[in-house]
């Protein structure tokens, strides 16, 4: 059965459009920046080649920290070098943050979390899935979660144009 204009100008709401530009954008964003980050990020580490702090960790004791995913196993003094160098690089690489401190790929992240909330809001009254059921979701191994990102931006990509209109 072929959908008629009329039929989708019915069933797509402003806000599922607004949501779906949003969600899209913001994993463009997402994309950009990350490889810069990371790359940063690690270039860091291992240049001064950081131990873990044994107080946080005796088992990991001495052990290089070379992933930024594992900064957390800095001493003090330590992390205050690494912050300090990661935000001389994010100032050298143009990216721009609220607050000198923060790291712009978490603040994509969050940025991303906010858009594909609102896309899973917005889209409740087609898909039949809450907000809530949604962010459920994201706690199972399956990748539900982007299942259902993927799911709410397809059916309003095929509205949109099925409706002559573009996303």
Avoid at 2 to 13: C, D, E, G, N
Avoid at 14 to 19: E, F, G, S
Avoid at 82 to 110: F, M, S, T
Wanted: overall charge negative.
């Amino acid at each position: 059965m072929t959908m008629t204009r009329k039929h989708a100008k019915r069933l797509l709401t402003q806000r599922m459009i607004d949501a779906a530009q949003s969600a899209r954008k913001t994993t463009f964003i997402l994309e950009a920046i990350e490889p810069v980050v990371i790359g940063y990020k690690r270039a860091i580490l291992e240049n001064h080649q950081f131990r873990a702090d044994a107080s946080l960790n005796p088992d990991i004791e001495g052990a290089l920290v070379l992933d930024p995913e594992h900064a957390y196993l800095l001493s003090d003094e330590d992390y205050w070098i690494y912050a300090e160098e990661c935000n001389e690089a994010r100032i050298k690489a143009a990216l721009i943050v609220d607050n000198p401190g923060q790291c712009p790929l978490l603040v994509a992240q969050e940025m991303q979390r906010k858009a594909q909330k609102e896309l899973i809001d917005a889209m409740e009254s087609l898909t039949g899935v809450s907000l809530d059921q949604g962010l459920r979701l994201i706690r199972l191994p399956d990748n539900r979660f982007e299942q259902l990102i993927s799911l709410c931006m397809s059916m309003v990509i095929n509205l949109t144009k099925a409706d002559g209109e573009r996303v």
